[in-house]
Each structure stands twice: as C-alpha cells, then as structure tokens.
C-alpha cells in the first residue's frame, strides 16, 4: 500500500516542515540521485541535506538510516526507494517568480519480496512516523486545490490570490 499527499507551499515553508520533522526524531536525507560510487551514498541530517539543490530526497528517522537497501543500473548506485524505510520528498519550487510547482511526500508501507511473491511490510514505527509526517502536512496545508487531494497552505493560498500560478 502507498501514501501520498501533494501540496502548494511557499519555499521558505520547507524550515517548518524541518523542524517539525526535527522535533518529532531525529531525522536524516539523502538527495534521489545517482552516484558513481556506493560510498557515496551518505545520509545527513535533514537541514544539512536540504541545503544541496536537488528536486528529490529520501527522508527517515536516523534510527532507519541503516535499513537502507541500494539499487545499482547503468547510470550508477542509488537508494532503493521501494525497501529503503523512507519517504520520497519531491520539492516544490518557483519555476518563475510567479509560478510554483507542488511539493509532495510519498511512501510505500510494504513491498514485493525478492521472489516477487511475498509482500513484505516497512517497520511498523517507521510507517506510524510516516504517516504522522503526512497527517502534520495535512494539517499545515489545510485546504484543497483544483482537486480533492492536492492540498495548499495558507501563505500560498495567499499568493494564489494575488496572481501566483500553482502548477503540477
């Protein structure tokens, strides 16, 4: 089973979502990119891994850090985003001054076994915290946009209202 919630928010609402996650466990990301080397593969703690400007993240309590599952192609070495305990953080940003794209949090809370036949379950305290994660986003984001679930947050909402463009 997935979860997901999608969402308008300001860029400099990210420090929020930060420190909420911060106050809840200490958290670590990891940008969704490839690398050369699996060495390179490094968790840090989320607002020293927030400060790279990559689009996507892997973010988890540090306690699950070392879970992490590694999925190696052609164009290198990566984090397994399907068994790695961990929520996928796709940022939202100003593509323009006046256009801004959604942010939005996505986890699987289990996942096919190697044999391809077992379905096997994330933590269970690692998808309790998930879905606290989403349920806070709920709350900080608490109207709908265009479409039941794509939620937006007061600021934005603002900002929708005196011409700024919410994009997918």
Known sequence: MT????????????????AYLQSVAPTVALPGRRVARVEDIVWKPID????????????TPARFA?????????????????????????????????RLLSTSLSAGWDYLADDQKTVMDKPADFIRWGKRVMQWVRRVAPSWYRYKH???????????????????
């Open 48 to 59: 020293e891994a927030l400060r790279e400007q990559d689009d996507a993240f892997l973010i």
């Open 3 to 18: 979860a997901s919630v999608q969402y308008w928010r300001l860029p400099e609402e990210e420090v929020d979502m930060v």
């Open 66 to 98: 070392p879970e992490m599952k590694v999925h190696r192609n052609e164009e290198g070495f990566a984090a397994d985003v399907v068994v790695t305990p961990a929520l996928l953080y796709t940022r939202g940003r100003l593509v323009t001054p006046q």
């Open 150 to 168: 794509h939620r937006i947050t007061p600021k934005a909402e603002m900002a929708r209202d005196t011409g700024m463009e919410m994009i997918f």
